[in-house]
């Protein structure tokens, strides 16, 4: 029988990639995608398929839509979607964090943050709902922990992760009952290179007294995609950090 498969944008490091590393180890065919880092991406192919698993890598910039259009057909007519006949797991990843002053930021930031976190998700599960729907497929969405918070600085990336989750919650009413849409909400997972004494603040107040793992989030997503009872939900792997009052 062919192997299940997954896509997953952003996948070529950090989060994504481990992802791709726990369905892999599953027994799914693995469809990585970059948009620039290409050679990570090769990378992580190539240390996928020595170890005996299906993998390949697709590149397209998400914030054009001819790319994303072009992405969304690569995906549709891979081989190992062809083979399995349609597609079981789509993981939406691919995001950029960054902190901007309010009084600082651009429309042009905004519109681009709403591309890649809100249109690009959408434009990329209406195009491969046909191959999900045709093995009962899943939807994840990496949201975040933002949800009733003021974070300061930070209003283009949680303004449009709650677009996302929003647009993921109304996709499981609209999917259902073919195709199951969910989200899962990482907390401190990876710092970024410019809050590393921000990100060692947030540590401290977490009740688990740890930041989270790459492998956290991507056994929360695959929970998700092995769960066919579930859609509709948001999951926080967060250590509990959502139990603070902000």
């Known amino acids: 029988m062919p192997a299940k498969v997954c896509f997953v944008t952003g996948s070529g490091r950090r989060i994504g990639a481990s992802i791709i590393r726990k369905f892999a180890e599953e027994g799914y065919a693995v469809l990585i995608h970059v948009s ?26 998400l914030s054009d839509e001819e790319q994303t259009e072009q992405l969304v057909s690569l995906v549709s007519n891979h081989p190992f979607v062809l083979q399995r006949g349609g597609l079981d797991v789509l993981v939406h990843n691919a995001s950029v964090y ?28 209406q195009g491969l ?4 729907s045709d093995v009962n497929g899943s939807i994840i969405a990496l949201t975040d922990t933002s949800a009733g918070k003021a974070w300061k600085q ?3 990336y949680t303004a449009s992760k709650a677009g996302l ?15 199951r849409v969910n989200c899962v909400a990482p907390g401190a997972i990876l710092s970024a290179d410019w809050e590393h004494e921000h990100f060692n603040k947030i540590v401290q107040s977490i009740p688990l007294k740890r930041s989270g793992d790459p492998s956290d989030v991507a056994g929360a997503v695959y929970f998700f995609a092995s769960s066919p009872y579930l859609t509709g939900q948001e999951l926080f792997v967060d250590g509990g950090w959502n139990l603070n009052p902000s």
């Open 129 to 132: 709902y046909p191959s999900l």
């Open 165 to 179: 989750r929003q647009l993921m919650l109304n996709l499981a009413g609209e999917y259902a009952p073919n195709v």
């Open 36 to 61: 620039t880092s290409l050679e990570a991406g090769e990378s992580l192919k190539s240390e996928l398929i020595g170890k005996g698993c299906q993998a390949d890598l697709l590149q397209g910039d």
């Open 98 to 125: 960054s902190q901007i002053p309010v009084d600082e930021l651009s429309l042009e930031t905004m519109r681009f943050l709403n591309r890649l976190h809100v249109e690009a998700p959408l434009q990329i599960s």
């Open 154 to 156: 930070l209003s283009h």
